[in-house]
């Protein structure tokens, strides 16, 4: 388990576009489990929609990039204060199934499927009360800062 303030140490992301609260299991090399508690005070809900506030999309799957990236740098045992950063460099298989609403607790998945060089293969789902939300397959590359 990973507390927010060790969450900061394995992502370079702050306010208002760090996307993961908790870690609540982490495998190396296999998987993560991590959350984002999802509260109306986002500064998304402003505009998406101010009468209807819905998650957007592509932050559901920046946060699931966010899960894989932690599963990355401790699988790799790298941090970003030792100039490494991971990239996402493409999203397949990508599906939208429900809304995240203010109030929810988005649950995000990443499983470790392969490396090659320095791109590492991720399959991630995001679920909401153990419904799935979204789903994707992402590459991340290493970058060196």
Do not use: W
Request: aromatic share 8%; net charge neutral.
């Amino acid at each position: 388990m990973m507390d927010i303030l060790e969450v900061r140490e394995y992502l370079p992301h702050r306010y208002p576009f760090l996307l993961v609260d908790r870690v609540l299991e982490l495998e190396p090399g296999k998987r993560v489990e991590a959350i984002k508690n999802v509260t109306i005070n986002e500064p998304f809900f402003n505009g998406h929609f101010p009468h209807e506030p819905i998650m957007p999309g592509v932050l559901i799957i920046e946060a699931m990039a966010q899960a894989a990236g932690i599963l990355g740098f401790v699988t790799e045992n790298k941090k970003p204060a030792d100039g490494f950063n991971y990239l996402l460099v493409g999203t397949d298989k990508t599906r939208f199934k429900r809304q995240v609403l203010p109030g929810d607790t988005l649950h995000l998945f990443a499983e470790h499927v392969t490396t090659k060089r320095n791109i590492l293969k991720f399959s991630c789902e995001a679920r909401v009360d153990g419904k799935i939300v979204a789903s994707t397959e992402m590459l991340v590359a290493e970058h060196r800062s």
